[in-house]
C-alpha cells in the first residue's frame, strides 16, 4: 500500500495523543498527577493538540475534506465513521476533564467519572483507528489479530514516553511514568515483533489463478496490462518495498520506537538525567513510529496486485 | 447508507465470456465515453498530453498467459465492479455513499456525498473502484444506471454501454437473481465462475471460462469419400505402386468420367 | 424498491439534444455511427444498429472518438515552412495564400512536365477523387497506400479469382463449418470480423488461426499455428498437397470454375511454350474426354481432361494445367514432413488439418433450396456450398513472398471448391471482376504530356510485358517504379519507395511532392533514418532534392514537420466524405452499399476538408473534370457538390443511392439534388439487397453478371474463371527468356524468370538469406486493437492503453538469450540498431519477436510533452526494416519487396537482440531532435 503521509501523520500523531489521555486519565484516576494549571494545559493541551493535528492532516487525506462531517453518519457498520465519531466523542470527557482540572483543585467523583471515560474513548479510538486496518480483508498484513493490539500498543507506549516527558519537565521524575513507558514499550515492542513473525510466516493464499480464474490452465501471469502508466489501483495499492530495506527498516524501528526509548526511560529514572532522556525518548519514538507507520503501509499488499503481476497475496 | 439491504429485489450484472474475449478495450473506452458524460462524470485524466498519462476507468482489459509451452492459452480478461451481494466496500464506507441499491443490487457511489477517503477502494479485492484525481471523489461502474432504466433512450440501448459496444458479443447483461433469465442460463451451461469466492463477497457477475481446445489433441476426421459415378468401394485407387500423380490422375479421370 | 436512504438519482437524464449519424474514421473500417450532441458539443458515440459494417457495435477506438474530436494535436490553420526541413518551424499564413503557393507550384510542374508531380496518399478514403484528379492533372505519379499495405493480397487474388481477402470479399458467416485466419490481426474490416468471430463461437464452428502470435483473435481461436513467418505458402501448398494425396478436392468445382483443364503448350524454348493453347478466335482450349478431341475450353459441356498430353493442331503437346499443378503440389517439396521443420507445424498437424479442412467442405456440404442460372444459362435448382471460410491479411501479404503464398491460399480455396459458394468466401460487389480486372496501367512513354490528362486511371493490371510503364531501355515511367520489371503487377504502385526515389533522382528528379494523410516521415517509411535523410537532402547548390512538398495532414503528424506547405484538414465529424463503390466498397456479399459522412459539427479553426480544396485546386488549375469551359469552378459547393454531381460515366456517380427518379433509382441514374438528404435520412448509408439468385456464385451467375454489367461494375457478360493457372505471369517469364519485343533489361532476366511462375509456389523471404547466422530472429509488428497507426497517440483515451511499447519475445528462448521481464535490449538488423524493453511470453513462435505497431512516436510530436512515454520507452521498427535489398553484382539495390508486385516486405526483417549493459540508458533510441509545436496548436479543444 502506498504510504501515505497525511494518514501516517495522523496515526503517529493521533495515536500519541490518544496514548497521553489515556495515561492522563489513569494519572487523574489514581491520583498521581499534580493538579497544577501548568500541568494540566500542557499535558492535555499536548494529547489534544496531537490529536487535533492529526485528525487536521487525516483531512488532507480526503478528497472533499469540505464533506468530512458526513464521515460520521455510518457507525453502525463502518470503522472509519466510528473511528470518527470516536475521536470527535473523546475531546469531551477529555475537555471536560482538563477544565474539571482547572476548575477543581480535588479529584472527585466527577472527575473521576470524566477520567474513566476519557481512558474509555482514548482506548475506543484507538481501536476503532486499529479496527478499519484490521477489518480488510483484501490485505493480509493488516488483517491480523495483532493489528489493533500492535496499534493501541504503540499509542500507549508513545503517549507513556509523552507522560514522562511532560512530568520529567514539570515535576522532576516520577517514577511510574517512567515505568509505565517502559512497560507499554517493552509490551509494543513485543506484539510488533510477533506481528512480523506473523506476516513473514503466514501462508499466502489468494492466488493470481483464483483471482482470474484460470487456474485450470495452469499458471497465470499477465501478458498485458490495461495501460501502460500506473493507475490509480497501481499507484495506491501497487507501492512496494525491497525485502532488504524491510529489514533494515524493521531494525530501525526496533531501535528507534523500542530500544533506545526504553533505554532512554529506564535512565529518566535517574533525577539527573530525567529530563534530557525523556526528551530524547519522546524524539526518538517520534522517529520511530513515524517510521513503523510507514512500513505499516508499505509492508501491505493488497490482493487486488494480483491482477496487477502479484503471484499470490 | 452503508449496511446492505436484506436482499435485492433483483441481481443486475454482467456476464463476460472469456472465451471469445478477444481484448479489444471496446468496452473499455465506451464505458469512459458513456460515463464522462454520465452519472459517473466527469472522469477525469491526470497529465492526458504529458509524460505520465493516467486517468479515472470504470472498466479495464487485461491479458493474460496461463499455462506452459504448446499447452498454454491467453485469455482476456475485462474487469470491472462485479456488483457483490455483501461488498465491504459498501460498509467500510463512513459516508453512506457508497452503497449498494435495494431494487436491483447496483453498487453506486454517490458523487455528492462521498469524501473521497478511498476507503472502499481498500476494502475492494477486485480493484473495481477508482478515485478520480480530478473530481476528488470515488468512481466505479453504475452499470449505466442511467442507460438501462433511461426513458430518454431507444429501449434497446436500455442496457450498458459497454455490452452495447462489444463487437464479439462476450458481454451479456441481465438479472443474474433470476434463475430463468437469459444470463442465468448462459451461467449454467457455461460453467460460470466467480472470482476470488474465498472473499465471500458474492460476486454478482460471472465469469465464462475459455472453453476447451480443439487442436494438436484431436482426432483427425476420416478421409471423406467424395462422391463417386458409380459405387465401386470407395474413395481408394487400386492398389498401385504408381505414385501418388499417378494415383490422383486416375482417381481424377474416374470421377470426370461420370 | 428504493431504500428510503438511497439517494434520489436521475434515471432518465436525456443524453442528446440531436443525434446525427455519420460514418466513423478512428479507423478505415467505416462503421455507422450515432453522433450524440449536447450544448453543441460532442457528447456521446455509438454504432448505429442499421449499418451494415457494424450493425450497432463500436470498437475500441471508435468509442474514443470524442477524443481525437478535440485533440490538441489538431492542427488549426495553413501552415508556411520557415526553418529547415524536419525543424518544425513554420509560420501561419491564410487559406488564399496557401492555395496561390499550392496552384503555383502544381500549375509550373503541369505546364512543363506534369511527371513532377508525386502525388500519394495515405489512409485516403476517397481515391475514386484523388486518383480522378492526379488523372485530370496528368501526372502518371498517383498511388494510394496499397503498395506498402496488402498489395500482394489485392493482386493475388484479382490475378486468380477475381476477388481478393481484404475488403473486397469476406466468408459466408452463417453457413460456414470451419474458418480459418492467416495472419490476421484487424485487419480492415475490424468489426465485421469481431461480430462474426463471436457469432462462430457461438455456434461451434471450428476457428484456426495461423500466426506466429497468440494474441487477439489467436487468443479465442480453438486451434492456433504458431507459424514461423514468411512460411505460410509451405504450410497451405502442403495443405494443398494432403488434399491432393488423399483425393479430396472438388473437381466438379474445378471443371466449372477454374482453367483446371486448359491446355498449356510444352514446347520448351519456343516464344509460347507455358501459353494456353488457343483455338483460330483466341478460345482457350481443352481436351474433351467424350469427344476425344481439342475443344474450346470455355465450352459449358465440356468434360475436359485433367492430366494426359494431347496434340494440338500444329503437332506440338500440351497438358491440362490441373497436371501441372498437381505435379507441383504432389512432389516432396510440398509433403507435409518436409514443410514441417522450416514452417514449426508438425506434420501431423499439417494432416489433420487438411482433413478436417476436407471433412468441413466435403462431408456436408451446405444447400440451399435457391435455383440459379450459371453463366451458360444452365438452371440449377440448388445451391451447393463447401462451407470453408477463410480469411488472410498482411501476415501473409507483407512478405516478399505475398503474392505466391497468396494465390497458393487462393489455390487452396478453389480446390476446396468454396469461393462465392454457401458457406465459403464470397465476393462483395463491385467484386469479381475478370482475372484480372480489364484496367491496364496509364503512363507510358508518350501518354503524358504537358497540359493533358491521362487517357485513363493510373493503376491497373498488366497481361503481359507490353501493357509495363517502362521506356525502350526498360527504364521505369513512374516514380516509384510501379509497372516497371522491378514490380511488373504493382497494382497499387509503390508509395514505400517514393521518398527514396524522388530524392535520388532515380528514375528521374521531381519537383512537387504531394501527399495527403499518409504519416510517412514516420511509421510507414521503411528504413526510417534514410527516408527523414532523403526527405531533407540538398543537392549541390543547397536547394532541396525534392524541392516541394506539400502535406494535408489533420494533426500535428511527424511528418508535417518535413513539409514545406501544410493545408490542415478537418476532423471527421466536420465534413462531407463518401464511402463510394468506385472506391474501396464497404459491400457486404448479400447487398452493395455505400455511405457517406456529413458534417455533425462546424470546424472551430481555419482548416477545411482536404476533398473540398483539392476540387478547388482542381478548379484553379482549370483541370478538365473540375473547370468549365469559361474557367469557373464545376463544383462551386466542394465536395458535397461533386459527390452528387459527379459523373464517371453517364449515370455513375460517387454514390450509387438515390440517384435519379428523384431519388428512387439504384446504380445507374441522373444526379439527384436532393441525394445527400436522402442519405442521411436512411443513416447516411444505403444498401441494396440482391435478390437470392443472386448472391452466389457471383462469378459464373448469369442473372448476377449481367446485372453487374447494367450497373457499370464490369464491361463484360463472361464469366470469371479461376486461374489456377496465370498465363499473364508466363508471359512475362516468357520475355525474362527473350521472347517478344518487349524485353527486361538483361540484369532482371533471372529475377522475373524465376518469380514470375505462372503456378504458384513458396521461396524464402529475401531477408533470410545469410540471415540465420547474424539475425536468428524473425520480428513482426501487430495492430494493436485499440490504436490506429500513428494517430492515436494523441487521443487521451487510447494513449492511456498504450502509450509505450514492448518487444515480446519466447520466454524459453529469452532463457537461452539470458533475458527477463522488463530487459533493456538492444535490436539489431543489417539496416541499424535500436533499444527497447522486452517482455516474455508463451504464445509466440519461439523464433520470432514482435511489437505492436506504431507506438513509438517522435519527441515533441501529436502535441505530447517531449518526453512522453511514447518518445522514451515507445518504439518503432521502422528504423530496422530495410527499404532496399542488398547490392547486385552490378550495384543495384531492389526495393525490400514482393518480387512481383513490389509490396514492402515489411515482416521479412531479421534482427538479434542482445542484453544491453546494466549503466546503458534505459530509454528507447534513437532520439530525434524534438519538433516545435506549430503555430496555434497545442491547446485541446475548448470543451475538453
Ligand atoms: N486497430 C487497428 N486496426 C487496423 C489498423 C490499425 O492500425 N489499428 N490498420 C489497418 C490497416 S492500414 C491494415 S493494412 C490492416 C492490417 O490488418 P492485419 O493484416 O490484420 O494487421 P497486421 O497487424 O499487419 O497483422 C498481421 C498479422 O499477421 C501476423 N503475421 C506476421 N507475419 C506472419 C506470417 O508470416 N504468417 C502468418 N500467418 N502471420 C503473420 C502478425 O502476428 C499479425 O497478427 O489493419 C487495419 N486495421
Ligand atoms: N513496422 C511497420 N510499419 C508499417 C506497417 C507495419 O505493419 N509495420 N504497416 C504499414 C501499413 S499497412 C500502413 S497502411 C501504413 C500506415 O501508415 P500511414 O499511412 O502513415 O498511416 P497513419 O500513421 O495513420 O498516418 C495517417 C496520417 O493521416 C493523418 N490524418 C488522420 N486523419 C486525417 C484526416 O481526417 N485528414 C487528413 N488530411 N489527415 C488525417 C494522421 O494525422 C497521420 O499523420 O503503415 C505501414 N507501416
Ligand atoms: S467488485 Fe468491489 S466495488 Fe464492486 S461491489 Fe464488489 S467489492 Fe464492491
Ligand atoms: S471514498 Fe467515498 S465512497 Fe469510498 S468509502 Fe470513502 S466516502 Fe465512501
Ligand atoms: S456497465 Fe456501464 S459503467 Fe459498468 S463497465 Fe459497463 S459501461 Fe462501464
Ligand atoms: S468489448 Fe468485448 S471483446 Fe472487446 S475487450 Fe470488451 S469484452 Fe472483450
Ligand atoms: S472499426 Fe472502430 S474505429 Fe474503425 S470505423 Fe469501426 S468503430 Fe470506427
Ligand atoms: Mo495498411
Redesign the pocket.
Known amino acids: 500500500m502506498h504510504p501515505a503521509y497525511s494518514v501516517i501523520l495522523f496515526t503517529t500523531a493521533s495515536g500519541a495523543g490518544y496514548g497521553l489521555l489515556v495515561w492522563l486519565g489513569f494519572g487523574r484516576l489514581l491520583r498521581l498527577l499534580p493538579l497544577t494549571a501548568t500541568f494540566t494545559c500542557a499535558a492535555f493541551g499536548l494529547a489534544l493538540a496531537l490529536i487535533t493535528a492529526g485528525l487536521c492532516s487525516s483531512l488532507a487525506h480526503l478528497g472533499r475534506p469540505e464533506r468530512a462531517w458526513r464521515a460520521l453518519s455510518q457507525w453502525r457498520s463502518s470503522w472509519l465513521s466510528r473511528e470518527g465519531v470516536m475521536a470527535l466523542a473523546t475531546y469531551v470527557p477529555a475537555g471536560l476533564l482538563a477544565l474539571s482540572s482547572l476548575w477543581f483543585d480535588g479529584v472527585g467523583p466527577l472527575t473521576e467519572a470524566l477520567a474513566l471515560l476519557t481512558v474509555a474513548a482514548a482506548l475506543l479510538t484507538l481501536f476503532t483507528t486499529g479496527m478499519i486496518y484490521a477489518s480488510l480483508r483484501t490485505i493480509r498484513q493488516w488483517h491480523q489479530p495483532l493489528t489493533v493490539p500492535v496499534l493501541i500498543a504503540l499509542g500507549l507506549a508513545s503517549g507513556a514516553v509523552l507522560n514522562n516527558l511532560v512530568l520529567a519537565l514539570l515535576t522532576g521524575t516520577p517514577r511510574w511514568a517512567a515505568w509505565a513507558a517502559i512497560v507499554s514499550l517493552a509490551a509494543a515492542g513485543i506484539l510488533k515483533w510477533a506481528y512480523w513473525r506473523t506476516i513473514d510466516g503466514e501462508l499466502r493464499s489468494h492466488t493470481v489463478e483464483a483471482a482470474t480464474g484460470l487456474g485450470r490452465f495452469g499458471k497465470v501471469r499477465p501478458l498485458e496490462p490495461p495501460h501502460t502508466e500506473p493507475n490509480y489501483i497501481m499507484r495506491e495499492m501497487g507501492y512496494r518495498v525491497a525485502r532488504k530495506h524491510v529489514t533494515t527498516l524493521r531494525q530501525l524501528v526496533g531501535v528507534l520506537a523500542v530500544a533506545v526509548p526504553l533505554a532512554l526511560s529506564l535512565l529518566s529514572l535517574l533525577p539527573a538525567l530525567a529530563l534530557m532522556a525523556a526528551a530524547l525518548a519522546a524524539a526518538s519514538m517520534a522517529v520511530g513510529v513515524v517510521i513503523e507507520r510507514w512500513l505499516f503501509f508499505a509492508e501491505a499488499e493488497h490482493v487486488v496486485m494480483l491482477y496487477y503481476g502479484a503471484d499470490v497475496a | 447508507m452503508t449496511t446492505l439491504p436484506a436482499s435485492t429485489g433483483k441481481k443486475l450484472g454482467l456476464v463476460i465470456d472469456l472465451d471469445t474475449c478477444v481484448g479489444?478495450h471496446a468496452c473499455a473506452t465506451s464505458c469512459k465515453e458513456w460515463n464522462s458524460g454520465g452519472y459517473a462524470a466527469p472522469l477525469t485524466d491526470q497529465d492526458p498530453y504529458g509524460v505520465d498519462p493516467h486517468g479515472t476507468w470504470l472498466n479495464r482489459v487485461h491479458a493474460f498467459e496461463a499455462g506452459e509451452g504448446t499447452a498454454s492459452r491467453t485469455v482476456n480478461f475485462p474487469r470491472s465492479c462485479l456488483h457483490c451481494d455483501e461488498p465491504d466496500c459498501v460498509t467500510v464506507c463512513p459516508t453512506g455513499a457508497s452503497y449498494k441499491r435495494a431494487e436491483d443490487g447496483i453498487v453506486l457511489v454517490n458523487p455528492e456525498t462521498c469524501i473521497g477517503c478511498k476507503l472502499c477502494s481498500w476494502a475492494c479485492p477486485y480493484g473495481a473502484r477508482e478515485y478520480d484525481y480530478g473530481h476528488g471523489v470515488m468512481k466505479k461502474c453504475t452499470l449505466c444506471v442511467d442507460r438501462i432504466y433511461n426513458s430518454e433512450i431507444l429501449a434497446e440501448d436500455r442496457i450498458p454501454a459497454c455490452v452495447r459496444a462489444c463487437p464479439t458479443g462476450a458481454r451479456h447483461f441481465g438479472d443474474l437473481g433470476d434463475p430463468e433469465s437469459a444470463v442465468s442460463e448462459l451461467v449454467a451451461a457455461r460453467g460460470g465462475f466467480d472470482l476470488l469466492p474465498e472473499f465471500g463477497m458474492r460476486p454478482v457477475n460471472k465469469y465464462l471460462p475459455p472453453r476447451a481446445r480443439r487442436d494438436a489433441g484431436a482426432e483427425p476426421p476420416p478421409v471423406v469419400a467424395m462422391p463417386r459415378p458409380s459405387d465401386d468401394g470407395g474413395g481408394q485407387s487400386p492398389a498401385s505402386a504408381a505414385p501418388a500423380v499417378e494415383r490422383l490422375f486416375a482417381w481424377i479421370d474416374e470421377m470426370l468420367s461420370r | 424498491m428504493r431504500a428510503a436512504s438511497e439517494p434520489d438519482i436521475a434515471l432518465s437524464v436525456s443524453p442528446a439534444d440531436e443525434i446525427k449519424t455519420t460514418t466513423c474514421y478512428m479507423?478505415?473500417?467505416r462503421c455507422g455511427i450515432r453522433v450524440f450532441l449536447k450544448d453543441g458539443k460532442v457528447r456521446y458515440i455509438e454504432g448505429n444498429r442499421d449499418h451494415p459494417v457494424n450493425r450497432g457495435v463500436l470498437?475500441?477506438?471508435g468509442s474514443a472518438g470524442i477524443m481525437q474530436h478535440y485533440s490538441p494535436a489538431r492542427l488549426t490553420t495553413p501552415l508556411l515552412r520557415v526553418g529547415p526541413r524536419g525543424a518544425g518551424d513554420f509560420k501561419a499564413i491564410s487559406w488564399d495564400e496557401a492555395l496561390a503557393l499550392a496552384s503555383q507550384w502544381l500549375g509550373d510542374v503541369r505546364r512543363s512536365d506534369p511527371r513532377k508531380l508525386a502525388f500519394f496518399t495515405g489512409?485516403d478514403q476517397s481515391q475514386a477523387l484523388t486518383s480522378w484528379w492526379a488523372m485530370q492533372f496528368g501526372t502518371p505519379n498517383f498511388a494510394a497506400?496499397g503498395g506498402f499495405?496488402?498489395v500482394n493480397m489485392a493482386a493475388a487474388g484479382l490475378y486468380t479469382f477475381g476477388g481478393s481477402f481484404?475488403e473486397f470479399g469476406e466468408t459466408d458467416w452463417p453457413h460456414t463449418r470451419y474458418f480459418m485466419l492467416?495472419?490476421?490481426?484487424?485487419?480492415?474490416a475490424?468489426n465485421p470480423l469481431k461480430i462474426e468471430l463471436g457469432k462462430l463461437k457461438q455456434r461451434g464452428v471450428k476457428v484456426v488461426s495461423?500466426?506466429?502470435?497468440r494474441?487477439?483473435?489467436?487468443a479465442i481461436a480453438d486451434e492456433w499455428?504458431g507459424?514461423?513467418?514468411?512460411?505460410?505458402g509451405l504450410f497451405a501448398g502442403a495443405l494443398v498437397h494432403e488434399l491432393l494425396r488423399t483425393h479430396q478436392v472438388d473437381v466438379d468445382y474445378l471443371r466449372r470454375y477454374s482453367n483446371a483443364g486448359w491446355l498449356v503448350i510444352r514446347d520448351p524454348g519456343a516464344a509460347d511454350d507455358g501459353l494456353f493453347a488457343r483455338d483460330a478466335s483466341g478460345k482457350p482450349l481443352a481436351y474433351d474426354t467424350r469427344a476425344g478431341a481439342l475443344r474450346s475450353a470455355l465450352d459449358p459441356e465440356l468434360a475436359p481432361a485433367f492430366s494426359g498430353s494431347f496434340e494440338l493442331a500444329d503437332r506440338r503437346q500440351a497438358v491440362p494445367v490441373f497436371q501441372l499443378l498437381a505435379e507441383r503440389f504432389l512432389a516432396p517439396t510440398y509433403a507435409p514432413e518436409r514443410v514441417a521443420a522450416e514452417t514449426g507445424v508438425p506434420a501431423s498437424s499439417i494432416r489433420r488439418i487438411a482433413a478436417e479442412l476436407a471433412s468441413a467442405a466435403f462431408a456436408e456440404p451446405v444447400v440451399l433450396d435457391v435455383p440459379w442460372t450459371d453463366w451458360a444459362g444452365r438452371r440449377h435448382d440448388k445451391m451447393l456450398g463447401r462451407p470453408v471460410g477463410m480469411h488472410?491479411?498482411?501476415?501473409?501479404?507483407?512478405?516478399a513472398n505475398g503474392f505466391h503464398t497468396c494465390r497458393i491460399l487462393h489455390v487452396l480455396q478453389i480446390l476446396l471448391g468454396s469461393i462465392d459458394c454457401p458457406g465459403g468466401f464470397r465476393y462483395k460487389t463491385p467484386y469479381p471482376k475478370q482475372t484480372p480486372p480489364t484496367l491496364k496501367p496509364r503512363g507510358k512513354p508518350g501518354e503524358v504530356k504537358p497540359m493533358q490528362a491521362l487517357m485513363g486511371p493510373h493503376l491497373g493490371f498488366p497481361t503481359g510485358p507490353e501493357d509495363l510503364l517502362v521506356d525502350a531501355a526498360g527504364k521505369p515511367q513512374r516514380i516509384d517504379k510501379a509497372y516497371s520489371w522491378e514490380a511488373p503487377f504493382a497494382a497499387h504502385g509503390l508509395m514505400h519507395t517514393v521518398i527514396a526515389n524522388a530524392a535520388l533522382g532515380d528514375p528521374y528528379p521531381i519537383d512537387v511532392l504531394f501527399l495527403y494523410m499518409a504519416n510517412i516521415g514516420w511509421n510507414s517509411a521503411m528504413n526510417l533514418p534514410a527516408t527523414l535523410a532523403h526527405l531533407s537532402a540538398k543537392d549541390a547548390a543547397g536547394d532541396y532534392k525534392i524541392p516541394k512538398i506539400i502535406y494535408s495532414d489533420a494533426y500535428f503528424s511527424e511528418t508535417v514537420a518535413y513539409a514545406d506547405l501544410i493545408l490542415p484538414d478537418t476532423t471527421y465529424l466536420e465534413r462531407w466524405d463518401c464511402i463510394s463503390l468506385l472506391d474501396r466498397p464497404i459491400s457486404e456479399p448479400d447487398a452493395p452499399a455505400d455511405a457517406i459522412r456529413q458534417p455533425v459539427v462546424a470546424p472551430d479553426r481555419d482548416v477545411r476538408p482536404f476533398q473540398s480544396v483539392l476540387i478547388d485546386l482542381g478548379a484553379r488549375l482549370r483541370l478538365p473534370g473540375f473547370a468549365n469551359d469559361d474557367g469557373s469552378p464545376k463544383y462551386p459547393g466542394g465536395y458535397a457538390d461533386y459527390i452528387v454531381n459527379h459523373q464517371r460515366r453517364p449515370g455513375i456517380g460517387p454514390l450509387a443511392g438515390h440517384r435519379g427518379n428523384g431519388g428512387g433509382d439504384w446504380g445507374r441514374g441522373e444526379p439527384n439534388p436532393r441525394q445527400l438528404e436522402q442519405y442521411i435520412a436512411d443513416g447516411c448509408v444505403h444498401v441494396h439487397r440482391l435478390p437470392d439468385a443472386l448472391k452466389y456464385f457471383k462469378h459464373a451467375n448469369r442473372e448476377f453478371i449481367d446485372w453487374a454489367v447494367d450497373m457499370g461494375f464490369r464491361i463484360t457478360p463472361t464469366p470469371v474463371i479461376f486461374q489456377l493457372y496465370s498465363e499473364p505471369m508466363q508471359k512475362m517469364r516468357l520475355a525474362a527468356r527473350g521472347h517478344g519485343s518487349v524485353l527486361p533489361p538483361q540484369a532482371q532476366r533471372q529475377r522475373i524468370d524465376t518469380y514470375f511462375d505462372p503456378l504458384p509456389f513458396w521461396y524464402p523471404p529475401f531477408e533470410n538469406a545469410a540471415a540465420e547466422r547474424d539475425f536468428p530472429l524473425?520480428a513482426?509488428?501487430?495492430?494493436?486493437?485499440?490504436?490506429?497507426?500513428s494517430w492515436?497517440s494523441q487521443n487521451a483515451w487510447l494513449r492511456q492503453i498504450h502509450a509505450a511499447n514492448r518487444l515480446y519475445l519466447n520466454a524459453a528462448r529469452a532463457a537461452e538469450l539470458g533475458l527477463n521481464d522488463d530487459d533493456w535490449v538492444a535490436i539489431s538488423s543489417r539496416t541499424g540498431s535500436i533499444k527497447a524493453q522486452v517482455k516474455l511470453m508463451q504464445g509466440v513462435n519461439a523464433d520470432?519477436v514482435?511489437t505492436w505497431?506504431?507506438i513509438g512516436k517522435r519527441a515533441g510530436a501529436w502535441s505530447l510533452d517531449a518526453r512522453a512515454p511514447e518518445a522514451t520507452r515507445g518504439f518503432l521498427l521502422n528504423h530496422l526494416i530495410a527499404d532496399l535489398e542488398p547490392e547486385r553484382p552490378d550495384g543495384y539495390r531492389y526495393s525490400n519487396s514482393d518480387p512481383v508486385t513490389g509490396q514492402a516486405a515489411?515482416?521479412d526483417l531479421r534482427v538479434r537482440v542482445e542484453k544491453i549493459g546494466a549503466d546503458a540508458v534505459k530509454e528507447t533510441s534513437p532520439q530525434f531532435a524534438p519538433l516545435p509545436m506549430p503555430p496555434s496548436a497545442g491547446t485541446p479543444g475548448a470543451d475538453r
Not at chain 3, 182 to 188: F, L, T
Request: charged share 15%.
Open positions: 479489444c | 479507423c478505415a473500417c470498437c475500441g477506438k489512409r497506400h499495405c496488402s481484404w492467416w495472419g490476421v490481426a484487424e485487419d480492415h475490424s495461423v500466426n506466429p502470435v494474441t487477439g483473435y489467436s499455428i507459424i514461423k513467418p514468411g512460411t505460410d488472410a491479411m498482411r501476415g501473409i501479404s507483407a512478405h524473425h513482426i509488428t501487430q495492430r494493436p486493437m485499440a490504436m490506429y497507426h492515436g520470432t514482435w505497431n506504431a515489411w515482416y
